[in-house]
């Protein structure tokens, strides 16, 4: 990478890779922010690259968000919410109650003049407004005339502001219905995951390990292991009785060659069968094999040779 | 729940392209906002997923990068390509910056992005989906491995080459080399 000293060299293509993933230091960085001012085929080539850094992040496994994560969204954009421009034509005249005589005979150029900016901004947007707002110049003559008509659209007001609260009410009914219906499944699903969970660990279950007849009875375990989720399901059958104070302990190999990790530790019952399932390993470790030692009660942090069983 | 924004007889706003949907999300339309919540929410979700392996932190950054637009649809202006390969970059950046507790930076979402796919079209993001995870399987293990690590974990090329043992100017053309294998995929 170039240093500020060195500024004007040319950026290499890998570090401006770098830079769209803000994978550089604060100082590089701001060097190749200085070359992208100044070289527009560089700012094309860094669009290019965002664009196949978009691409690759679609190859993430999908996953769609929490149903209550669109009701909270939108609970928060109604918070926050916008003015919304008007986009009413507004080029007829408008009608007031009182002194109408009086208002068709007045010239258009005295009507401009008490209101300058109306005038000259419905010109400008071929007599349609933007927002219903007045300006200031406008507003002592126009005030008396439709003071009258504020009681009236006091109330027209509040029957608008009445209906949307009713319509809001109802949807929130909506809303709060599906949630509920969202949370009973969710209820459900829990309930059934927690039953499994409970068969498995069920003492007085039965437990059969099926193989061809006269075949040899030999000890055997099976891990199954998600390094992205840091979850492991561990059986195993015709494990050797264990002494009094020992207890099995499995062990992560991790690929990466670091220590092993100890992945729980289990007694056999009185079958030889044995298994757990874990939800708490450090995630994103890969496993380049399994291995089993036994331990004194309470597991330990490294394993003790000899390892009885391994697979990879 | 949503305003009427006098803007009747056009379609409805599902069927709009985002460019048309931002148009109204600038003048305060809930019912588009909506729209692009529903239309991206999956993307920006599962690339925050993939990188903080947290579904609530990835929800945090799910509505944060949604605010933005809701609140800033003008800072997403037509030369910076494609809304939804700009939302799933952001997600990612954003997600690496929670990663390593740091403020975002405003350069973050500063990204003109070129791409040549409409991803508000959800047949055409889905095939896209399908043929990058294709090419990004084909690569050679190394390259793979070294360009996930920069991108969804966040490592620099310094962390990665530490961890791997690999030269850092290796490092650097791998992940070079992978990016190059699926532009030129996508260019064939």
Do not use: C
Request: hydrophobic share 40%.
């Amino acid at each position: 990478m170039n240093t500020p000293n060195n500024a004007s060299r040319q950026i290499e293509p890998e570090d401006l890779l770098l830079y769209a993933m803000q994978l550089l230091s604060a100082e590089e960085a701001a060097v190749v922010a200085l070359h992208l001012q100044h070289n527009p085929s560089m700012r094309e080539e860094l669009a290019r690259i965002q664009g196949d850094l978009a691409t690759y992040a679609h190859t993430a496994e999908m996953h769609s968000p929490p149903a209550l994560a669109r009701t909270r969204f939108l609970k928060h954009v109604a918070r926050e919410r916008k003015p919304v421009p008007m986009l009413r034509p507004i080029a007829a005249p408008l009608q007031l109650p009182q002194n109408a005589q009086q208002a068709a005979q007045t010239k258009p150029e005295e009507t401009e003049a008490a209101a300058p900016s109306i005038g000259a901004y419905q010109r400008n947007t071929g007599g349609a407004q933007l927002f219903s707002f007045e300006t200031e110049a406008a507003k002592p003559r126009v005030m008396g005339r439709i003071m009258p008509w504020v009681g009236w659209a006091a109330a027209a007001a509040l029957a608008v502001t009445t209906t949307q609260y009713y319509r809001e009410n109802e949807t929130l009914k909506g809303e709060v219905a599906s949630d509920k219906a969202q949370i009973d499944q969710s209820t459900a699903e829990a309930a059934s995951a927690r039953e499994v969970l409970n068969a498995m660990n069920d003492q007085t279950a039965m437990k059969v390990t099926l193989r061809k007849p006269f075949a040899p009875v030999t000890p055997m375990g099976r891990t199954t292991y998600s390094a992205e989720k840091g979850v492991l399901i561990f059986t195993a059958t015709n494990l050797d009785p264990i002494d009094t104070f020992k207890v099995y302990e499995l062990w992560i190999i991790p690929a990466n060659g670091k220590d092993p990790i100890p992945a729980g530790t289990f007694h056999p019952d009185a079958q030889g069968f044995a298994n757990f399932v874990l939800t708490n390993l450090p995630k994103g470790v890969e496993a380049k094999a399994f291995g089993i030692t036994v331990e004194n009660e309470g597991g330990s942090k490294v394993p003790t040779l000899p390892i009885l069983m391994t697979g990879a | 729940m949503y305003r009427d924004t006098g803007m009747q007889g056009l379609p409805a706003a599902t069927t709009r392209d985002d460019a048309s949907l931002l148009a109204l999300v600038q003048r305060g339309d809930e019912q588009a906002m909506a729209s692009l919540f529903d239309r991206y929410s999956k993307v920006v979700y599962s690339v925050a997923l993939r990188v903080l392996r947290d579904p609530a932190s990835a929800e945090d950054v799910l509505q944060e990068i949604f605010m933005q637009v809701w609140r800033h649809p003008e800072s997403f202006i037509a030369t910076r390509g494609s809304l939804g390969g700009w939302l799933a970059v952001v997600s990612r950046n954003r997600s690496i910056d929670q990663l390593r507790r740091k403020k975002p930076t405003d350069s973050v979402d500063d990204v003109a992005l070129a791409s040549p796919y409409n991803l508000a079209d959800e047949a055409e993001r889905n095939n896209m989906m399908e043929r990058a995870r294709a090419v990004i399987h084909l690569l050679p293990k190394e390259q793979r491995k070294t360009l996930e690590m920069a991108f969804f974990d966040g490592l620099t090329h310094s962390e990665i080459a530490e961890m791997t043992g690999d030269p850092l100017g290796t490092v650097k053309t791998r992940i070079r080399s992978a990016l190059l294998t699926l532009r030129k995929a996508f260019q064939a």
